[in-house]
């Protein structure tokens, strides 16, 4: 099960790392603290705790306290779950290519993206996010990064609303009939 975890985890860094590398290429600036201090610093404290996850595929036995009996099948749901979450994550980091950012602000030569995981909600890096911590954790038999995660995605959540004020500043009228049909997190279903 850690190898199959770490099979799916390699592509996902190789993947995200060469888009946060590819959008930094312009140079630009980008002024975090217009998400504001304590969500700025949330997120980075959150993200270090998610790290320690892959100290936990290495040395489950550090974190005892922290798993529960979960049955092998169930936590090879886990194992799909997390594919699925890290697949989706890709995807949308080819379809955002260089605009991505890890703050709220958009960049100068940003271009409207309503494609690929864009075309079912506004915020798929955060729906993926949630779909693979919570996986994560249920394969790995533990109630703590499904936790971290929890509190990751509220951040996320309150952050949303900043980011899409500047969206909206960004893209106007286009964003605004956006918001109108897809969802912010989930797909909307009617």
């Known amino acids: 099960m850690r190898t199959a975890l770490v099979a799916i985890t390699i592509p ?5 790392l060469y888009y946060r590398v590819r959008s930094m290429r312009s140079g630009e ?3 975090r603290t217009k998400e504001g201090l304590p969500i700025m610093i949330g997120l980075r404290l959150a993200g270090v705790a998610i790290i320690g996850s892959a100290f936990w595929i290495w040395r489950g036995g550090l974190f005892a306290r922290a798993t529960l009996p979960v049955p092998e099948w ?6 799909a779950g997390y594919a699925i979450g890290v697949a989706w994550l890709i995807w949308m980091f080819i379809s955002l290519g260089s605009n991505l950012t890890d703050t709220v ?3 100068r030569d940003a271009h409207f ?3 690929g995981p864009y075309r079912y909600v506004r915020n798929p890096m ?15 038999g533990t109630w703590l990064l499904p936790l971290a995660v929890a509190v990751i995605f509220t951040i996320l959540a309150i952050r949303t609303r ?5 969206l909206i500043e960004r893209f106007g009228d286009q964003y605004l009939t956006y918001m109108k049909h897809v969802g912010r997190f989930f797909p909307r279903l009617l």
């Open 113 to 115: 993206v309503d494609r």
């Open 162 to 166: 900043t980011e899409e004020k500047y």
């Open 74 to 79: 169930i936590r090879w749901i886990g194992v």
């Open 105 to 107: 602000v958009t960049r």
């Open 29 to 31: 600036k980008l002024d």
């Open 12 to 16: 996902f860094l190789a993947v995200g």
């Open 126 to 140: 955060y729906t993926g996010i949630l779909i693979a911590g919570l996986s994560l954790g249920l394969a790995l």
